[in-house]
Each structure stands twice: as structure tokens, then as C-alpha cells.
């Protein structure tokens, strides 16, 4: 397998303008080529790169391929004060997604707790991005997906459950240092995106991320593609990937069951179902005195005694957040055949290439 080739910096914000670019070539409004293009930075920014403005080309190609409508507007239906729904008439999935939670807090504001089901909607990135966008509002969120079939259910051998992230998030404390508490974790060993961003860089995988087609462990991330990922912690992994399932696509009306269809299969519309909550953290004490309570919670975490060989105890989230702090100031590292891949989309749309900083 190929070694990594040069690695590439590009400044955030001409990330940000060359991703809207492309999507408002391709048809999207500005407004949620807006909302898209920064779900996908901020990926980039925390570390994520697998969730990030390296997902366009298979976004487009589907946009291309007739199974994903760019034009699409996510259209809410509320059913009681503290329940909405949004259908994502299968266009992008952020800007379905961002309604929805914004409904959530709205309705949490007003009642203490808002709950959206998502349907007929597509793949929204990060689920940490719309954590954030709850904890930015001080509220306290889960965030809930399906996903495309990637995993075995435990003792099986087929692909029937996806890879979806459970997500949840809480404001943080006011004491200097202190982290808000966001959880963005894969039920599976490793996330799918991470072997895919493996391939295009021509890198190997760990042996136990997944197996490949014969059922055999395997580092060619091509051949793991192939196979099916391996749950996390067993039938632990298995049954939260159920769970994701039964929140985001039973009760959305959406696809279960294995019926979603993936961001890199061009047959037809994705049907990915979402569930988020967002709950008011005020609704038992002041705000002020749950951010105590989360700012104790923090330095207990990170202050724990360390066991050998580790240096540093890290919060939820927080090395994300420390490699979106370090990212701002030194620009996002691509390798450049992902740099190429996208400058192939901005000329096949006629737009100029993305900017580097180095």
C-alpha cells in the first residue's frame, strides 16, 4: 500500500467559503450551504477529519446521480408543545438536522425538554456539531442517528446495523479551563468514515477496527470496506447500534432495519431518520449552580489519579476542542490527494481551487 503523501494547510474560513462554493453550485441554497459547509469545518477544526469537507465529493455525486435533492427545504410539523417533526424531503442532512434542534431549544426553553424525530432526511456529518449547537444555547442535548449498514448484529455475519453515533452534550462550568461535556462516540470499534479517509490516503488500518469479505481480520482499509465493522465491546456495541435504530429510524418513519442507504452508494435516497432531545439544565437549580456542579464534575475527571504510563486524563470532547483551538491558529492538515480530489469537484462546477496556506 502507497505511503501518505504531503500534507496541506488550509485556513478555516477559506474552507468554509470554498465548501459553500461548491454546494451552492450544485444547487443548494445559500442558507443551508451555509449551515452544511460549517457542520463539515467543524469537523475539520475538531479532528474529525472523516466527517468533514472530505465527505463532499460523495455528497455531490449523489447530488449528481439524482438521489439527493440540493434544492430540498426541511419542512416542520409540530405535534404536541414539547414534539415536532421534520422531514428532510431527502435533501442535505445539516440543514434538517439544525432545525430540528433548533425547534428542540425552542420548545425546551418554554416547556424544560423539546424532542424532534427527523425523517427522510441524509448524512449530517459530526453529530458533536449539533451537540455544540445545543451547549452554545445552555442546554443539555442527545443527539441520535441512523445510518447505513455497516455492522453485524452480535453473532451474525451480515451487515445490518449501521455505525451511529450516540451523541450528548452539557454546558460546561465558568471556572478558567473548564470544558463543556460533549460525547460523540461510534458503536463500533472504529467510526466507517475513518477507514474511507484510510483509503483516500493510502494508509493502513489496526487489525481489529474490521473484517474483511472472508471474515478474517484485515489492515487494507479497501478490503474492510468490503467486510463488516466490528462492534465495540461486543454485544455491548451491537445493541447500542440497535438502539440508534429503534430512536432514529423506527419511530421517525425513516429506514430500519438495514434499509438505509450510505453516502457512497448512488442507487437511491439515503432515508436517514434522526432523534434529538434538548433539555433546559435549570430545571431542578439555577444555571449558575449546575455549572458549579459541572465545573467539581470536570476537575474531578481530569484531576483523577493517573495510571501508569499516562501523562494526561482528558473530559469528553476536550481533545477535540484542543485540536480545534490549535486548528484556528495553524490552518487544517489535508493530505493533498484529498486537496486534489476536491479541486477535481470545483472544476468540474467551474470554481477555482481551494486556497492553502502552505
Not at 465529493?57 to 404536541?80: C, F, K, M, W
Request: charge should be negative; glycine fraction near 10%.
Amino acid at each position: 500500500m502507497a505511503a501518505a503523501t504531503t500534507t496541506v494547510r488550509v485556513n478555516h474560513r477559506d474552507a468554509k467559503t470554498f465548501a459553500i462554493a461548491l454546494l451552492t453550485a450544485s444547487g443548494v441554497s445559500a442558507r443551508n450551504a451555509e449551515i452544511t459547509a460549517d457542520g463539515l469545518v467543524q469537523a475539520d477544526l475538531r479532528g474529525v477529519e472523516s466527517h468533514g469537507i472530505l465527505r463532499l465529493p460523495s455528497y455531490l455525486s449523489r447530488v449528481r446521480n439524482g438521489v439527493l435533492d440540493p434544492a430540498a427545504e426541511p419542512t416542520l410539523t409540530q405535534i404536541t408543545p414539547v414534539v415536532a417533526q421534520v422531514d428532510g424531503n431527502n435533501g442535505f442532512g445539516f440543514p434538517a438536522a439544525h432545525l430540528a434542534m433548533d425547534t428542540a431549544i425552542a420548545m425546551a426553553r418554554v416547556f424544560g425538554i423539546g424532542m424532534v424525530s427527523v425523517k427522510h432526511s441524509n448524512h449530517f456529518g459530526m453529530s458533536a456539531w449539533i451537540v455544540k449547537q445545543a451547549v452554545e444555547a445552555d442546554m443539555m442535548s442527545l443527539v441520535f442517528t441512523n445510518s447505513s449498514p455497516a455492522l453485524p448484529v452480535w453473532g451474525g455475519r451480515e451487515k445490518m446495523m449501521g455505525v451511529s453515533p450516540i451523541a450528548c452534550g452539557a454546558p460546561g462550568g465558568k471556572s478558567e479551563g473548564s470544558k463543556p461535556f460533549i460525547l460523540d462516540m461510534a458503536p463500533s470499534v472504529a467510526a466507517r468514515g475513518k477507514i474511507y479517509k484510510a483509503l483516500r490516503r493510502g494508509e493502513k488500518i489496526p487489525t481489529d477496527w474490521a473484517l474483511d469479505g472472508e471474515g478474517k481480520q484485515t489492515d487494507d482499509p479497501a478490503k474492510a470496506l468490503e467486510g463488516v465493522m466490528l462492534p465495540m465491546g461486543g454485544p455491548k456495541g451491537s445493541a447500542l447500534a440497535i438502539m440508534m435504530d429503534v430512536f432514529s429510524g423506527v419511530l421517525s418513519g425513516s429506514a430500519f432495519a438495514g434499509g438505509v442507504t450510505g453516502p457512497y452508494n448512488m442507487s437511491k435516497p439515503g432515508d436517514v431518520g434522526h432523534f434529538f432531545v434538548a433539555i433546559k439544565p435549570d430545571l431542578f437549580m439555577s444555571l449558575d449552580e449546575f455549572r458549579g456542579r459541572m465545573d467539581v464534575l470536570y476537575q474531578k475527571v481530569v484531576n483523577s489519579e493517573k495510571m501508569h504510563g499516562v501523562d494526561r486524563i482528558y473530559f469528553p470532547g476536550e481533545i477535540e476542542q484542543l485540536n480545534e483551538e490549535q486548528r484556528l491558529k495553524d490552518g487544517i492538515p489535508y493530505a493533498k490527494e484529498e486537496i486534489d480530489a476536491l479541486n477535481a469537484e470545483a472544476e468540474k462546477l467551474g470554481l477555482g481551487k481551494i486556497p492553502l496556506t502552505e
